[in-house]
């Protein structure tokens, strides 16, 4: 089949876009709460709006895509996500917000499930291990230049800046509410995607059996197996801590620290994305030289040892301890997923959307942690992320997958 190299840069392209309007919602967390006046359980049904999109939509879009082509899905996904930017930067209200990120988390969740294998056939099956770690590395780039350019554009607008684009700009954005401009910057980036991937032409995708998504009766029939029951709960932990550390940090940092969340704040969340980018190169190494179960336990100890920090340390303490969780949380993600695929001998494209739903876990922990907040402080309720961490240490303990991964020493003549 003829590669297009064309079609695998936008589909980078789309990672970056994905990320940079997904991991911006923990650094707008303080300006949510202060503008619409929230309490911490009001505001974690924000992000449970957004994640909760993924369970709503995550394996009803892989059976779509069987039915249309990749395009199709796409240009839908992004209109989808257009209509909810549009949507909060018209009318910013909390109940806007709500449907606005739930739009967008339809979106993302949209194109989630399609890219994987169009990446696959546009760069070449043999490519596609370089490929999915170049599109991990640049979704780890967006989440950490995303918080950069909020920055960036709330200091400019709060300076009456009426150079260049800004001038466009200050006569929308309400005023105190500047994180708005964000909005507006992302409806013209899937307007932009939009227009892109309509004139774009895409090569004919032949799935593979393991990426096929099977009909509802091959769900239900894996749901009734234990080991996907625990590898479901154990992505839905994953998520739920990766977003109750990158969600709450800002909030937490201003709340106990008083550090400013539209400089100090965002460029913790930054950094947090940042590292998370470094600990996956790092992590890629490693896993040449150890089994995947060690790597993920010699991970996490140090990502609880982190937020314990953060949660309980100095103000410098914390301000640093909280953006390190994201190095040490880089290798989880990768080694759990490839852990539970490794772990069932078949239905693997059924069993990776069931995985793909339990990103809800993004949306159930931040509410759980926003209502323990309401009851006993922001602190006592992050406390809840040690029972996410520790079950995906257990992980470690517990995992027996058919095909370990293998290292330099496995190798054979």
């Not at 895509?65 to 910013?92: C, D, H, R, W």
Request: charged residues 10%; neutral net charge; glycine residues 8%.
């Amino acid at each position: 089949m003829k590669r297009s190299y064309y079609i695998v840069a936008l589909i980078m392209l789309t990672f970056f876009v994905i990320s940079f309007l997904t991991n911006i919602i923990g650094p707008l967390s303080p300006e949510f709460i202060k503008d619409f006046k929230l309490s911490d359980l009001l505001a974690g049904a924000l992000p449970f709006a957004f994640f909760i999109a993924y369970g709503v939509m995550s394996i009803p879009s892989s059976m779509l895509v069987q039915k249309y082509n990749e395009k199709t899905i796409m240009v839908a996904a992004f209109v989808v996500a257009f209509l909810g930017s549009l949507l909060l930067a018209a009318v910013p209200n909390y109940l806007t917000a709500m449907f606005s990120l739930f739009l967008i988390g339809c979106g993302m969740a949209m194109l989630q499930v399609v890219i994987n294998p169009l990446l696959r056939t546009a760069g070449g099956a043999e490519n596609y291990a370089f490929t999915s770690v170049l599109a991990q590395l640049i979704f780890g780039g967006a989440s950490f230049v995303s918080p950069l350019v909020y920055s960036y554009m709330v200091a400019h607008l709060k300076a009456g800046d009426y150079s260049g684009v800004f001038s466009i700009l200050q006569p929308l954005v309400p005023h105190g509410l500047n994180w708005i401009s964000l909005y507006w910057l992302f409806t013209v980036i899937c307007l932009f995607m939009f227009v892109i991937l309509l004139v774009s032409k895409f090569p004919k995708v032949e799935l593979q059996s393991d990426e096929k998504s099977g009909p509802w009766e091959s769900h239900v029939k894996l749901f009734k197996k234990p080991v996907v029951v625990a590898y479901f709960i154990a992505l839905f932990c994953y998520v739920g801590s990766e977003q109750g550390v990158s969600y709450w940090m800002s909030q937490f940092l201003f709340e106990y620290h008083h550090f400013d969340p539209q400089v100090a704040g965002a460029n913790a969340v930054a950094y947090f994305w940042g590292l998370m980018l470094i600990g996956g190169i790092i992590g890629l190494l490693l896993l040449k030289v150890m089994d995947s179960r060690k790597l993920l336990i010699l991970f996490t100890i140090p990502a609880m040892i982190c937020l314990s920090m953060g949660l309980f340390g100095s103000a410098q303490v914390s301000l640093y301890s909280f953006s390190i969780v994201g190095f040490f949380m880089s290798v989880m993600y990768p080694i759990i997923f490839s852990l539970a695929l490794s772990s069932v001998s078949e239905d693997h494209g059924s069993f990776a959307g069931i995985l793909v739903t339990g990103i809800i876990g993004g949306a159930v922990v931040q509410i759980l942690i926003g209502a323990l907040g309401n009851v006993i402080g922001l602190r006592g309720g992050m406390m809840f992320l040690y029972i996410t961490f520790g079950y995906m240490l257990s992980i470690g303990f517990w995992a027996k997958p058919l095909i370990t991964n293998q290292t330099v020493f496995d190798k054979k003549d």
